[in-house]
């Protein structure tokens, strides 16, 4: 059974809470580009760490737009025929507002968020040499739509 529902971003945490991988779409003069990233998820809002340049922090400085996707329990449903073969699965999709988080706070708010996510614990403490060389990027969900076929 196929199902879509919107749901409100802050309602995504338990399902958020269980994928390893996401990707975030962007688009800059009409050329998509979609990049699969570690993540922390809090209050609404996804937090994604990336070193000082690259193509997704130019994009984002020129276009703020992007969506979010994570998938969990994805099975093939094998028939035995290659043509009506499935896929059970769950999704999130959501929109927002990328920007940069700039300030120190910010940067350990948004590492133990993603500590949390991978290792089930946010320190607090990081050394100062990270914070000056990491990027943070903040998507503050706007909208979000979670699929399912089981």
Do not use: W
């Not at 040499?129 to 399912?148: N, P, Q, Y």
């Amino acid at each position: 059974m196929k199902d879509t529902q919107a749901v409100d971003p802050k309602d995504l945490g338990p399902l958020i809470s269980r994928a390893s991988v996401c990707r975030i779409g962007m688009c800059l003069d009409d050329v998509p580009y979609v990049v699969p990233m570690n993540f922390g998820y809090r209050d609404s809002c996804v937090y994604l760490h990336s070193s000082k340049s690259g193509r997704k922090l130019d994009i984002i400085r020129a276009n703020d737009n992007v969506c979010f996707e994570v998938d969990i329990d994805a099975e093939l449903v094998d028939s035995g025929s290659p043509c009506a073969c499935g896929m059970r699965y769950k999704s999130v999709i959501a929109f927002g507002k990328a920007s940069l988080v700039e300030n120190r706070a910010g940067k350990i708010e948004a590492l133990d968020a993603i500590t949390e996510h991978y290792l089930g614990g946010a320190s607090g403490e990081y050394d100062e040499a990270v914070l000056e060389a990491v990027v943070i990027i903040k998507v503050e969900l706007e909208s979000a739509t979670v699929k399912s076929n089981t």
